[in-house]
């Protein structure tokens, strides 16, 4: 047994990446109900952390997905979708949250 090492990367969009993607499946349920905007204002948040993590962790790629998932759930300026099409955007946002919690390392920095 050696000294343990301090790490020098994080999973800090693990969290967030994973309730997201509990959040718009959950949501799923509410898709024509005006109870459906709580979904919009908590998928869009966690698209804006993941962002910002995304970004710390220099993955650019995956802003690739993330900005259209903060701008089609922005409950602000709503975009109105239904059907086939918009469950399938639930489905695959939420594909794109747990692949950006599990991969995004960030880095540690220490002061």
């Not at 109900?33 to 995956?62: D, G, N, P, T």
């Not at 300026?77 to 692949?99: E, M, P």
Request: hydrophobic share 60%.
């Amino acid at each position: 047994m050696g000294t343990p090492v301090e790490p020098t990367v994080t999973r800090s969009a693990l969290a967030p990446g994973l309730l997201g993607a509990v959040i718009l499946l959950g949501g799923l349920a509410l898709l024509d109900s005006e109870s459906f905007i709580i979904i919009r204002y908590a998928v869009s948040i966690l698209a804006m952390i993941l962002c910002v993590f995304a970004i710390q962790a220099k993955a650019w790629l995956w802003l690739i997905g993330l900005v259209p998932i903060a701008v089609l759930w922005n409950p602000i300026v709503v975009i109105d979708l239904s059907g086939r099409g918009w469950v399938s955007a639930q489905f695959i946002a939420a594909l794109v949250f747990i692949l950006v919690g599990v991969v995004t390392k960030v880095p540690v920095h220490r002061d």
